[in-house]
């Protein structure tokens, strides 16, 4: 049975700082992996998807990473800022659905 | 265009009650997928819909349904609420299906259901 995990659960940082988001699972036989930011109540909004022959995307100041052999995903978030803080889930797409983590809580502050 | 729209944005129910759920997909999309989730929590997957067809279901009891509609549409009924079915009900939608196409879903903001 696939299981994701997100680590750290909940992370603090002062504006301009560089952050690394770790996702782990468990069953290294995926499709794809997404992450998303989650905003509070609201929705998941996609902000990269890797491929699982594709070792790593992305996005502006976003980058993502994936070592199947490991089970093991990192989203890199570069000069942070107030408005990045929000819930960041990643997900393993398994055959026909997506398995989620419990998600990283980050919160930047000026 | 307009994104995966789902309606209502919040409902209040009391326990045993029948609620329904809408979801339109983005234009074009052909698949729709139901996911549950719970304050704290990541999403949990409910079905999956592609061209009317159910493709896949999770570990949902029988009181969850849906179906989709030749617009592709979709709907999510839960029957005989109880309390621990407040949570946050999300709808997404695909191009196709993963499997074939390896591809983004794209989220809907949600419907937050409360059981009282």
């Known amino acids: 049975k696939q299981e994701v995990t997100q680590i750290p659960a909940a992370l603090s940082v002062p504006e301009g700082e560089n952050l690394v988001l770790n996702c782990s699972f468990t069953d290294s036989a995926i499709y794809n992996l997404q992450w998303f930011r989650q905003d509070p109540g609201k929705g998941l909004t996609s902000l990269l998807l890797i491929q699982s022959s594709q070792r790593e995307q992305t996005s502006g100041r976003l980058n993502a990473s994936l070592d199947k052999s490991s089970g093991r995903s990192t989203l890199y978030i570069a000069a942070s800022q107030p408005g990045d803080s929000a819930t960041y889930l990643c997900?393993?797409?398994?055959?026909?659905?997506?398995?989620f983590g419990t998600g990283t809580r980050l919160q930047v502050f000026p | 265009d307009a994104g995966v729209t789902q309606s209502p944005t919040h409902l209040i129910k009391t326990r045993g009650q029948h609620v329904t759920l809408r979801c339109s997909p983005i234009s074009g999309h052909k698949s729709v997928s139901w996911y549950q989730q719970v304050l704290g929590q990541g999403p949990q997957f409910i079905f999956q819909?592609?061209?009317?067809?159910?493709?896949g279901r999770g570990n949902f009891p029988d009181r969850f349904s849906a179906r989709q509609f030749p617009n592709y549409s979709s709907e999510l009924n839960v029957n005989a609420l109880l309390l621990g079915d407040s949570a946050l009900y999300l709808c997404?939608?695909?191009?196709?299906?993963?499997?074939?196409?390896?591809?983004?879903?794209?989220f809907g903001s949600g419907t937050q259901l409360s059981v009282l």
């Open positions: 997900a393993v797409h398994n055959t026909d659905k997506l398995i």
């Open positions: 819909y592609y061209e009317k067809e159910e493709r």
């Open positions: 997404a939608s695909s191009l196709g299906t993963v499997v074939v196409n390896n591809e983004k879903l794209f």
